[in-house]
């Protein structure tokens, strides 16, 4: 994907893009090509790929929610900086939260939000477990991209989800994952809303927005610690 069909494909999302966010965007690549160098960040690196696979893939989340409102959202296992930052980027009134494990991410994170002079947007260094039990009903939006089953990301995003807002999961394909994750969801007094299917242009593999609402508060014993989660997936 070029730099002009990606105009023009995000254009079909409903997304306008102006030259200063084109310009954050590459430089944003360049600062992900820079980085992986030496930090495992991402496999795709060919600037095609990245603008299809990464950019175009994060903004998506358009096809399922109204990014247009103020929303605070949280992108969970934020990695490499997807959804989270090209999010910023293309929609910067949102409140951003990247939330990663690994502190060398965090500092890459925070590296991309300085250079691209990027504000109400933070990178936090935590278990996502451990963050989610101390910012209960905190986020509109809870986004997760490719981190884990969805049975275990729900129980550790929902309970950060307010009451009325939205867990999206972003996968390539989870009808097994759907079926599974339905125990957790009702314990959670959250809801599958529904699945939006799609290609991807040009190349045509299969993605997945999974939109669950949250209807009523979550018990205060979720989410358990990552043992007994681990535990009760054996």
Avoid at 40 to 47: M, S, V
Avoid at 86 to 101: C, G, Q, R, S, Y
Avoid at 109 to 130: C, M, P, Q
Wanted: charged fraction near 30%.
């Amino acid at each position: 994907m070029t730099e002009q069909q990606f105009i023009e494909e995000v254009s079909k999302l409903g997304i306008t893009l102006s030259e200063g966010q084109l310009k954050q965007l590459n430089q944003f690549y360049e600062i992900l090509i820079e980085t992986n160098q030496y930090m495992n960040l991402t496999r795709i690196t060919d600037k095609k790929d990245v603008y299809l696979k990464h950019f175009y893939d994060s903004l998506t989340l358009a096809k399922v929610v109204d990014l247009n409102q103020e929303w605070t959202l949280c992108d969970v296992g934020s990695g490499a900086g997807f959804p989270g930052i090209v999010l910023k980027i293309v929609f910067p009134h949102l409140k951003i939260t990247l939330l990663d494990a690994l502190q060398k991410r965090v500092r890459y994170l925070n590296k991309v939000i300085e250079e691209l002079h990027l504000s109400d947007i933070e990178a936090i260094h935590a278990r996502s477990e451990d963050y989610a039990r101390e910012n209960r009903e905190k986020f509109s939006i809870v986004t997760a991209r490719a981190v884990a089953s969805l049975k275990v990301l729900a129980e550790i995003t929902v309970p950060m989800v307010k009451v009325g807002g939205l867990f999206l999961a972003m996968k390539a394909s989870a009808e097994e994952e759907v079926q599974e994750s339905q125990e957790i969801l009702k314990k959670l007094n959250a809801k599958i809303d529904k699945i939006e299917q799609f290609l991807l242009p040009y190349e045509e593999s299969k993605r997945q927005i999974i939109v669950i609402k949250k209807e009523k508060e979550s018990p205060s014993n979720y989410p358990r610690t990552m043992d007994k989660i681990k535990k009760d997936r054996a």
